[in-house]
């Protein structure tokens, strides 16, 4: 057995680099964390797609949170995503009332994410979109970027940060309504097709 002189800071050797994650299944995960909408809103859409590396291999192991404003445009200020039971202190889940606006999933293992959220309305002079914050192996800084739904063209192109990028660039921030009525938007970190990402200051 080696032994390592801990006395003196000359003696402790530095821990080798290791990469950042992914340690996204422990703790931040939550039940029911893909079911942002309220049962039975008339309002309800999914959104899916995949989280996709540099390479164009899909992620087993991403993290992706969403926010997003109601209907009418106005954000949630309710609380109820991770309730809590007040005595054994146990995850209730969410209510199923309440729209928080806020989900997180985990991808699975084809690196496939959902949520059902409620349509969200305009903002300002933006066009309708949710926020997204993708947590992945090898960010040391998580990544934001938006979905917006297709649908409205002239919302769209009078949005403020869409008119600031050319026609290729807009198309990764717009999502794909599939004849499901679904809505496809992937992710992707890296290369060719890379998602606009966007920088808080």
């Known amino acids: 057995m080696t032994r390592i002189d801990t006395s003196s800071p000359e003696g402790i050797l530095p821990t080798p680099s290791h990469t950042v994650g992914p340690f996204y299944g422990y703790a931040l995960p939550f039940r029911d ?39 009418d445009g106005s954000l949630p200020a309710t609380d109820g995503s991770m309730r809590r039971d007040p005595a054994s202190g146990g ?9 928080t606006g806020f989900g997180r999933i985990q991808t699975d293992a084809d690196g496939h994410w959902y949520a059902r959220t409620l349509r969200p309305g305009a903002r ?29 063209t002239a919302a769209l192109t009078a949005d403020p940060l869409l008119a600031r990028l050319d026609e290729e660039r807009r198309g990764t921030l717009i999502a794909a309504r599939e004849e499901s009525g679904a809505y ?9 097709g890379e998602t606009v990402f966007l920088e808080f200051r």
């Open 124 to 152: 300002g002079r933006s066009a309708p979109y949710v926020s997204l914050c993708v947590f992945a192996r090898g960010l040391l800084m998580h990544l934001y970027t938006r979905i917006y739904l297709p649908g409205d």
């Open 33 to 71: 964390g893909e079911e942002i909408a309220p049962l039975g809103h008339p309002d309800t859409i999914t959104v899916h797609g995949y989280v996709y590396d540099g390479e164009g291999r899909p992620l087993p192991d991403a993290l992706v949170e969403l926010w997003g404003p109601g209907p």
């Open 91 to 99: 995850f209730l889940g969410r209510n199923g009332v309440e729209f």
């Open 184 to 192: 496809r938007f992937d992710i992707r970190l890296q290369g060719e």
